[in-house]
């Protein structure tokens, strides 16, 4: 019996298929980023700079997260679901009740005289808080804005918000300036 040669595999061009693969692979697929909150931080405060005047306790929203994600607004507890309605209220004050904020009349574009809230949203969290409740908080509270500005814009204009021209949703921001004051984490309670 004679012996076979054994044909041997070009491996040349190997190091070519295996370049090209690398390339393709590289091109094709998606490279996930990392995305983050749209937040725009305040610029620090002059050392000169006096105090603000303090802020009277009926003119503040407070709204606690602890460590356990449980709501702790205006003192008592509450579920994620009812803070958007309580917020709401809050802003409005639509009865001008004397606990809830108090309201100055401001000129207003559009509307001629018209009173505007001087309440102030504060949240403030644990250092145990899940990042999914923190935001789902914050997203609570901006609703609440939100729908407040929808509200008033399709009484006055007919429209949503989002639909109306800049000088008019500029006068509907006058009204309802979103003013969220978020304090540096704590420990607030629970482990």
């Known amino acids: 019996m004679g012996k076979r040669d ?67 607004v205006e003192n008592e507890p509450m ?41 102030v949203i504060s949240l403030q969290s644990d250092r145990g808080t899940q990042y999914q409740m923190y935001l789902s908080v914050q997203n609570e509270l901006a609703a609440a804005y939100n729908e407040l500005r929808d509200e008033l814009a399709r009484a006055k204009f007919g429209k949503k918000y989002a639909e109306l021209e800049d000088d008019k949703r500029d006068a509907i921001g006058d009204i309802y300036t979103q003013k969220i004051s978020e304090a540096e984490p704590k420990n607030i309670g629970g482990k």
């Not at 749209?38 to 460590?67: C, G, H, T, Y």
């Not at 000129?107 to 505007?116: A, D, K, T």
């Open 6 to 72: 054994v044909q041997e595999v070009n491996a040349g061009s190997m190091a070519d298929i295996a370049f090209l693969l690398l390339i393709f692979f590289l091109v094709t697929t998606t490279m996930d980023t990392d995305s983050g909150l749209s937040r725009m931080l305040p610029p620090p405060v002059p050392e000169d700079q006096e105090p603000p005047p303090p802020i009277k306790d009926r003119n503040v929203f407070e709204v606690l997260i602890n460590a356990q994600n449980r709501l702790l």
């Open 79 to 119: 579920e994620l679901s009812e803070l958007r309605d309580a917020a709401k209220e809050f802003i409005q004050n639509p009865l001008d009740d004397e606990g809830l904020p108090e309201k100055e009349e401001k000129q207003i574009e559009y509307f001629g005289i018209y009173p505007v809230t001087k309440g």
